[in-house]
């Protein structure tokens, strides 16, 4: 590729991770002299500690990390490493399967629980029985259980929804997304889940790709520092702790995985899983910072991304997986592949297969995701290390990361889930902390008409009569977008526990004040009800669908019908705030003249009432922009720091409203 090996040096840490005293115990090791009873001694350690654990020394976690780590990969067969390679999705993780193929991992995909609405002790009783199983083999090593809690614990029932990271990002507040990171492990601890496929850190360049509320922001920088959320969710390394280790404080915490390594923010037009064209530079400067400081903060796992590099499937890419990741930036967790990404090696999928796992495990990938294939990946890594295709040091190297994290998490000495835990799914102070981040998030985009007149927001509570319309006004589903109890997301108010905006505009107003709620009015409709008892003023909330992945996808960005005529049926009779319910910047200029406030709410999850607080002034506005809002879709990409920056309103942008709430 004609890439400089260790270019962007300088920009962040490159660490020495084998301590010595650790090298001189793994050379004893290897030697192979003495009893475990003398080595102990030699190492210092106190006799008698092998007996306790039947001569094992994998199991006794007062010895230093890497020597457990040795000890135990030294006693496993081939089949046994495959295994903890192997992750698999839940609906296969029988007792037998886990147990017969030795699986290292099972998943959640999105929408992947036990029954529907499930509760935390039903997940703690189906974690807990794989595990079983997983304990019940020869060496007893625990499975790793993961699920996507990308903004919250979405897949369960009841449990808190956080703003997506779109909506974070506008908030410009690590600490507070530190405390969300620390909520969420919490909530999916609950569950009996150790292990989250979050945070995801791409850097989203094209609002057209249907994962950009996924991203924190088009600015790396922002990226960045919302990181935090990584220390929250894992624990904050001690100030005299190791830096740039994988890391997880204790049984309240989770290991997290930034994801989608590298680039995948940054393909052709937004189309998600497609080719990103870059220089090695921009891809250093763009796209690669997150990752700095993700692996400097101890992020245990990083995941793979479907798209392409200059071409390149990430994939296959040894030089940015091994090389870059791996030995430049020295980070030393796993890294685990996506979703059917080794079937997604070829068009038409899944052929060659054996070809696709032989490039993915080459390049440097560690476990993979298989979910369903899992009897053909077994045989076909099985045929590629017996023939010397794939080498013994490259399966123990990713042998050796998994069962690292697996240690350093503490999941030997506590493999099962707890279920004492149950109470912190979905509790009041979580659900708190998410209305702040909403309110927070919340970003006020105009507020008055252009020639002098008043603002509208804060609105008056005390009002004789409002008017609340449009199809996001009343809908849980709409306003968690993607990801929440099924994977592509769903409409309606059945899903779970929440608030909707209008339940939140209800709990605000004065208890006089008439609320009219009508989805979508019509034009005479509003004119009929405004004649003599007229409507003081109304919200119109419109946005996108629920949608994930590639299903958001769109080249038009529009509102969704009948969005744009309920505007027009509404604010052409009354003073109104249209509040937008989607997961990027959409196409409003051809409106925004004619309403009198507009505020973009983003996906906000359960917590409508976040809206409300600010809506009415019960809270100030602050978000600012962590996007562009660009005028028409012909300008895009178009990220700040373009020369053709022509924005609708740019990035940072967002009127602070420090308001108390108002009488008037
Ligand atoms: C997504 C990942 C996700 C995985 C498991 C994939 O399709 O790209 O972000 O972690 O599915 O649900
Ligand atoms: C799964 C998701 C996964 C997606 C990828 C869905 O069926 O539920 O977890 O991300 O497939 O295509």
Request: with cysteine.
């Amino acid at each position: 590729m004609g890439v400089p090996a260790a270019a962007g040096g300088g920009s962040y840490r490159v660490i020495l991770l084998v301590p010595t005293t650790a090298a001189v115990l793994f050379l004893l090791l290897l030697c192979g002299c003495g009893t475990p009873a003398a080595m102990a001694a030699a190492a210092g350690g106190t006799g008698g500690e092998g007996e306790q654990y039947g001569g094992a020394r994998y199991k006794d976690p007062r010895q230093p990390l890497n020597r457990r780590i040795d000890d135990l990969l030294a006693r496993m067969t081939l089949a046994e490493k495959i295994g903890q390679m192997s992750q698999i999705e839940r609906e296969n993780a029988t007792a037998d399967v886990v147990r017969g193929y030795f699986v290292g991992s099972v998943l959640s995909g999105g929408g992947s629980v036990p029954a529907p609405n499930a509760t935390a002790e039903a997940w703690v009783d189906m974690v807990n029985g794989m595990q079983r199983a997983a304990m019940s083999t020869r060496l007893g090593i625990p499975m790793l259980y993961g699920i996507d809690a990308v903004h919250g614990h979405g897949n369960v029932y009841k449990a808190t929804v956080f703003p997506h990271n779109v909506g974070l990002g506008c908030t410009r507040d690590p600490e507070l997304v530190k405390k969300i990171g620390a909520a969420v492990a919490l909530e999916v601890r609950a569950t009996g889940i150790p292990y989250v496929f979050a945070p995801c850190v791409a850097v989203c360049r094209d609002p057209r790709w249907g994962r950009c509320y996924e991203s924190f922001s088009e600015d790396p920088k922002v990226v960045q520092q919302m990181t935090s959320i990584i220390p929250g969710m894992q624990g904050e390394i001690p100030s005299n702790g190791r830096r740039g280790v994988p890391f997880v404080a204790e049984q309240r915490n989770v290991a997290a995985c930034s994801k989608h390594y590298v680039g995948d923010g940054g393909t052709t037009k937004g189309i998600n899983e497609n080719n990103t064209v870059a220089t090695f530079h921009d891809l250093l400067a763009i796209h690669m910072p997150p990752y700095y400081s993700a692996v400097i903060q101890g992020v245990s796992t990083v995941m793979v991304s479907f798209s392409s590099w200059n071409g390149v499937k990430m994939h296959a890419n040894h030089f940015l997986v091994t090389d870059f990741l791996k030995n430049t930036l020295r980070f030393r967790g796993f890294v685990i592949s996506d979703w059917r990404a080794f079937d997604k090696m070829t068009t038409p999928e899944h052929t060659d297969y054996i070809n696709s796992i032989k490039l993915g495990i080459l390049a440097g990938i560690d476990m993979v995701m298989i979910p369903y294939t899992y009897t053909e990946f077994v045989d076909d890594l099985t045929i590629l290390v017996q023939n010397g295709t794939i080498p013994m040091t490259r399966i123990d190297d990713a042998v050796r990361r998994i069962l690292r994290v697996k240690f350093t998490m503490g999941l030997f000495e506590n493999p099962y889930g707890d279920p004492s835990l149950a109470g912190e799914l979905g509790k009041p102070e979580h659900r708190e902390l998410a209305r702040e981040a909403v309110r927070k998030s919340v970003v006020l985009l105009k507020n008055g008409k252009d020639h002098g007149e008043k603002p509208l927001l804060p609105l008056p509570k005390n009002a004789g009569r409002i008017l609340v319309a449009g199809s996001h006004a009343h809908n849980l589903g709409y306003q968690c977008g993607g990801w929440t109890i099924t994977w592509l997301g769903v409409s309606g108010n059945n899903l779970t526990v929440g608030t909707t905006i209008l339940d939140g505009i209800r709990h605000a107003v004065d208890k006089n004040t008439e609320v009219v709620y009508v989805e979508s009015p019509n034009a005479s409709f509003v004119e009929e009800n405004n004649n003599g008892r007229s409507f003081d003023y109304a919200v119109v909330v419109v946005g996108e669908p629920p949608y994930a992945e590639g299903f958001g996808d769109s080249l038009n960005l529009t509102i969704m019908e009948p969005g744009p005529s309920v505007i027009g049926n509404v604010c052409g009779s009354v003073r109104c705030v249209v509040v937008l319910v989607s997961g990027r910047p959409m196409v409003v200029e051809p409106f925004v003249g004619d309403v009198d406030a507009l505020v973009a709410a983003w996906l906000p999850g359960t917590e409508g009432e976040g809206v409300s607080d600010v809506l009415f002034g019960d809270h100030g506005f602050t978000g600012k922009l962590a996007r562009t809002w660009f005028r028409s879709v012909e300008q895009l990409p178009m990220n700040v720091g373009d020369k053709h920056y022509d924005p609708l309103f740019p990035f940072g942008f967002g009127f602070g409203l420090e308001t108390q709430p108002s009488t008037a």
